[in-house]
C-alpha cells in the first residue's frame, strides 16, 4: 500500500522557472491538500481539495496553481519560482477534516536558486 | 482567525527526562489532533482526542484534552532518543475542510 506519493523528492530550479509538483493517493481519499513547511514556521496551507474538480485557497496560495483532475491525484504548480518559494512542500490526504487523519507523503524539497 | 498557540517552542532534555508539549486555543475546539514528524521525514498523525477531560495512552505517551476542550498537552514519560522530533497539534478550523496547526514543539534528546 503506497498510501501519498509524492515526486519529484528533490527539485533545483532556476528564479522565473515553473514546474509542477505531483500527488497521488491510493486510500480512496475525498481531501487533498498541499502544504509548504519552512524553519519555524511549521505547516502553512496553500492549497486543498474537498473533492475532484474542486480546489480551494488555502493560507498561502499566491504564486501557486493546483488542479484536481482526478480524485487520486493532487497537483501543484509554481507558475514563475521565486527565491521565498524554496521549501519543503507536502501532500496530504484524508477521508474526511474534523474526525479523520490526515496522511502525508514524504515531501519534495524544492530550491529556488 | 481561529489559532492554535503551541508552548514551548524546543525543548532539550537528557535521555529519560519526561516532556510536555501543550496546546492552547481561545475558542472551544470539537476535537485535537497530534502528529510526529522526526527530522527529515513527515508528520505522521499520533492520536486524536475528541471528549471533555479525556486522557489516552500509548505505551509512554500520554495524551489530555482539557475540560473546557480549550487545551491540550502531550507527556512524554522517560524521554528516549527514538522520541526526537517535532511534536505538532492540530484543530478543525471550524468549516470542516482544514485543519489549523499549531507551530510545533521541537523536541531534542541527549543520550
Known amino acids: 500500500n503506497a498510501g501519498v506519493t509524492q515526486t519529484p523528492k528533490f527539485r533545483v530550479l532556476k528564479t522565473g522557472q515553473s514546474m509542477t509538483l505531483l500527488c497521488a493517493q491510493d486510500?480512496?481519499?475525498?481531501?487533498m491538500y498541499w502544504y509548504r513547511q519552512d524553519p519555524g514556521m511549521g505547516l502553512r496551507l496553500i492549497h486543498y481539495s474537498v473533492g475532484e474538480g474542486t480546489t480551494a485557497k488555502g493560507e498561502v496560495p499566491d504564486g501557486y496553481n493546483v488542479s484536481r483532475l482526478k480524485k487520486q491525484n493532487f497537483l501543484l504548480g509554481l507558475e514563475s519560482a521565486a527565491p521565498s518559494q524554496t521549501s519543503v512542500y507536502f501532500c496530504?490526504?484524508?477521508?474526511?477534516?474534523?474526525?479523520?487523519?490526515?496522511?502525508f507523503g514524504d515531501g519534495t524539497r524544492l530550491s529556488i536558486l | 482567525g481561529q489559532q492554535v498557540m503551541q508552548i514551548p517552542q524546543y525543548q532539550h532534555v537528557q535521555e529519560g527526562e519526561d516532556f510536555t508539549t501543550y496546546c492552547n486555543s481561545s475558542?472551544?475546539?470539537?476535537?485535537i489532533q497530534w502528529y510526529k514528524q522526526r527530522p527529515g521525514g513527515h508528520p505522521v498523525f499520533l492520536i486524536q482526542?475528541?471528549?471533555s477531560g479525556e486522557v489516552k495512552k500509548q505505551k509512554r505517551l500520554t495524551f489530555q484534552f482539557g475540560e473546557a476542550k480549550k487545551n491540550s498537552s502531550l507527556h512524554i514519560t522517560a524521554t528516549q532518543t527514538t522520541d526526537v522530533g517535532t511534536y505538532f497539534c492540530?484543530?478543525?478550523?471550524?468549516?470542516?475542510?482544514?485543519?489549523?496547526w499549531g507551530l510545533g514543539t521541537s523536541l531534542a534528546v541527549n543520550p
Open positions: 482526542l475528541v471528549k
Open positions: 475558542t472551544t475546539l470539537s476535537n
Open positions: 492540530a484543530v478543525n478550523a471550524g468549516n470542516n475542510r482544514k485543519l489549523i
Open positions: 496530504a490526504s484524508s477521508y474526511g477534516v474534523s474526525d479523520q487523519p490526515q496522511h
Open positions: 486510500m480512496n481519499h475525498e481531501y
